[in-house]
């Protein structure tokens, strides 16, 4: 087994609360029980492409814990197989993977440690064919990395858009109105199902369940005519009609996955205001779901995450991801899941608890 004297840690993608946790598990663990030195990449794959990166000390990890965001930076647009760099007044993808394997070595790194979702297991997976020894370790706000049933941050992302969708539900009462709020989480409706759940919303639409606007139309007209004088729609940003399509915001090139959804909230309340002239209002939450302090289930599970991925390493782990399956933690080959998302299953047991307590999935 290669012995191991210096890791390299990163936090790539789209940030979320709890990757301070991981970074200070995965640092003290390291030093504490087994003498290593933690180098701190900054932006995540960026920082490995452009040789960015430092020795990490106790101090620098102390008073993190309930911090959101990261120290280290993160970068959701820096692919090293795909890599756009500027020539000549034009954008060249390259592919610079052997830059970041001289910068690993050169800085004489034994193993990563790589928080992220599943465009940073894509990039692990790469540099894993390549002979460098990565851990990864789950993080997202949308909870679909595949192989992993809870990743850190989608409990804390859930809280906060479930105290806003509160807010929505006075003010939706007071004005006997059908507010549609939107919420994130990509081509998966894990955090449009746990949040709308949470808050009552009468109307839950899911990307793995495609919506007929009558049949919304029909649920919002039924509470109205039975002096319900206000509803809740929560829509996940993925959403789309039977046979339609995603609303998209924007493309990001530069970007892994490309695509920026949204929008979905503002065609449903003209969709449903032409129909049933209820008055309507669209909220979007947007990336306030990412920001603020971890919930204290998003510190506990990040810090089990950091010190799990210690553990695995250092018995001899190779390219594996560490995973929470059937509330116990383990691990599962990166390559396993890389490219990969985690859907909701449209007979997941919560979808069905929630029709069973009267919210509509809008079919
Ligand atoms: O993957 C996390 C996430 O917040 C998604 O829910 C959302 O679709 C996307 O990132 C937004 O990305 P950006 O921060 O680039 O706008």
Redesign the pocket.
């Given at each position: 087994m290669a012995t191991i004297k210096r890791i390299g840690v990163l936090t790539g993608?789209?940030d979320?609360p709890g990757l301070n946790a991981v970074i200070r598990a995965v640092t003290k663990t390291a030093m504490n029980e087994h003498k290593l030195e933690v180098y701190g990449v900054q932006d995540g794959f960026l920082g490995l492409i452009q040789n960015r990166m430092h020795l990490l000390q106790w101090n620098d990890v102390s008073n993190i814990l309930t911090q959101g965001g990261t120290i280290l930076g993160t970068s959701?647009?820096a692919n090293p197989q795909r890599f756009a760099i500027e020539r000549g007044g034009k954008t060249e993808w390259c592919n610079v993977t052997d830059r970041v394997l001289d910068h690993v070595r050169d800085n004489e790194l034994d193993a990563l440690v790589c928080i992220g979702?599943d465009g940073t297991m894509t990039g692990a997976s790469n540099l894993v064919e390549n002979g460098i020894n990565c851990i990864g370790v789950p993080k997202?706000?949308?909870n679909?990395l595949e192989g992993c049933e809870r990743t850190f941050g989608f409990d804390t992302a859930v809280h906060t858009a479930a105290e806003c969708f509160d807010k929505i539900h006075t003010t939706a009462m007071s004005h006997h109105r059908v507010m549609v709020v939107e919420v994130?989480?990509?081509n998966a409706g894990w955090?449009a199902l746990h949040t709308g759940v949470a808050s009552g919303a009468d109307i839950i639409l899911i990307p793995e369940i495609p919506y007929d606007i009558d049949a919304i139309c029909e649920v919002l007209r039924r509470r109205s005519k039975g002096g319900k004088r206000f509803s809740i729609v929560c829509v996940s940003?993925?959403a789309k009609p039977k046979g339609g399509d995603v609303v998209v915001q924007r493309r990001?090139e530069t970007?892994p996955d490309p695509v920026?959804?949204?929008g979905i909230a503002n065609k449903l309340v003209a969709d449903i205001e032409e129909r049933t002239k209820l008055d309507c209002r669209a909220t979007v939450l947007g990336?306030i779901?990412?920001g603020g302090s971890p919930t204290p289930a998003d510190r506990v599970l990040a810090t089990q995450f950091g010190y799990h991925a210690l553990d695995i390493l250092m018995k001899g782990a190779r390219g594996q991801l560490v995973v929470q399956q059937g509330g116990r933690l383990g691990e599962v080959p990166i390559q396993s899941v890389a490219g990969k998302q985690r859907k909701v299953p449209p007979d997941d047991p919560l979808v069905r608890t929630a029709l069973a307590v009267g919210t509509s999935f809008g079919v």
């Open positions: 993608g789209g979320c959701n647009q979702g997202t706000i949308d679909d994130m989480g990509r955090l940003e993925g990001v970007s920026r959804l949204g990336h779901q990412r």
